[in-house]
């Protein structure tokens, strides 16, 4: 015949004892991944906002290279137009050169 286990209320109280100690081991294990995702958040949120940063930073110095490069357009049109107008300058005086000595060499 066999034989039949009669469950005690020790059994039973210790049936719930580890029910409740499993409830709690979930328990923890809950609020430390809540943590962990807390944690990530504010990490990736503080990444992002060191990105944004990096990009508003990157960006001025495109400005400014953007500014050099104008001031470097406007010098050397500048520089340009200062050596245009030496050049007609001397392209008129080696014309009057030229007339005073035609005119010089008509008259001889």
Not at 13 to 31: P, R
Not at 51 to 76: D, G, H, P, V, W
Not at 92 to 100: A, F, G, Q, S
Request: glycine content about 2%; charged content about 35%.
């Amino acid at each position: 015949m066999a034989q039949t286990e009669k469950i005690t209320d020790c059994d039973f109280t210790e049936g719930i004892s580890v029910l409740i100690n499993f409830a709690k081991d979930i328990e923890a294990i809950l609020k430390k991944d809540k943590n962990m995702v807390k944690t990530t958040k504010q990490a990736a949120k503080a990444k992002f906002a060191e990105l944004e940063m990096l990009f508003a930073q990157k960006e001025l110095q495109i400005a400014e290279l953007k500014a050099q490069i104008r001031l470097y357009q406007t010098k050397e049109s500048n520089e340009i137009a200062y050596y245009r107008g030496k050049l007609e300058e001397n392209q008129n005086i080696l014309k009057d050169v030229l007339r005073e000595n035609t005119d010089s060499f008509k008259k001889h």
